[in-house]
């Protein structure tokens, strides 16, 4: 799922999937988890952030330019468990100036 305030900030949830609702959660804990997403972003720079979900800190931030209009395919870094993906725009395409 993806919270969007387009143009400004988009926000989405990276859950580990876990069997029904497990008696003893500590053994499902995932570490070292990797995903692959997707976004539909239009030309422009943008700031990744990757937050903890249980204590909010930001445990990555990643610089990403899209080039063109369409999807943006994303390795996320290794994480452990649940994880928050931020996307801040930094400069739309439009905004960005080129040197000949």
């Known amino acids: 799922h993806t919270l969007a305030s387009p143009g400004v900030a988009y926000v989405t949830y990276l859950h580990v999937p876990l069997p029904e ?17 997707s976004v539909a972003l239009p030309p422009g720079q943008y700031q990744l952030a990757l937050h ?16 063109r209009q369409g999807d943006y ?7 452990s468990n649940d994880i928050v993906v931020t996307f ?9 100036s080129s040197s000949p």
Request: aromatic share 4%.
């Open 73 to 79: 395919p994303l390795e996320i870094p290794r994480f």
């Open 52 to 67: 903890d979900t249980k204590t909010g800190d930001r445990l990555a931030a990643i610089k990403i330019e899209q080039n």
């Open 21 to 37: 609702k497990p008696a003893a959660l500590q053994e499902l804990l995932r570490e070292n988890q990797s995903a692959q997403i």
């Open 88 to 96: 801040t725009v930094l400069q739309f395409a439009a905004s960005v």
